[in-house]
Nanobody, 114 residues
Framework: QVQLVESGGGLVQAGESLRLTCAASGFFFRFANMGWYRQAPGKQRELVAAITVANTTNYADSVKGRFTISRDNAKSTVYLQMHSLKPEDTAVYYC????????WGRGTQVTVSS
């Protein structure tokens, strides 16, 4: 069965960095476009970064230049490197396809203090 397990979140200060990891299983990962989403309290879940099977990437304007998405097909893993974190980046982060049609994992909490 499809499983997505996110990890790597934590509590950091503004300006610091984190790297999130999403381990995928149960589907042909190397043929799947993938993305990172986040959901802040009281807000809708939003797609912040996406990567295609050809390693083409796209980012939301709010994270462009600070976040980098990458993938390792051999490990069925997608990463989100986050630099220059801001308090407004505080959210639960999830991975899924850009269409959000896979089973959602539990996410990983990122909290950025000012």
């Amino acid at each position: 069965q499809v499983q997505l397990v996110e990890s790597g979140g934590g509590l950091v200060q503004a300006g610091e960095s984190l790297r999130l990891t999403c381990a995928a299983s149960g589907f042909f990962f190397r043929f799947a476009n993938m993305g990172w989403y986040r959901q802040a309290p009281g807000k809708q879940r939003e797609l912040v970064a996406a990567i295609t099977v050809a390693n083409t990437t796209n980012y939301a304007d709010s994270v462009k230049g600070r976040f980098t998405i990458s993938r390792d097909n051999a490990k069925s893993t997608v990463y989100l490197q986050m630099h220059s974190l801001k308090p407004e980046d505080t959210a639960v982060y999830y991975c899924n396809s850009p269409r959000g049609d896979l089973i959602w994992g539990r996410g990983t909490q990122v909290t950025v203090s000012s």
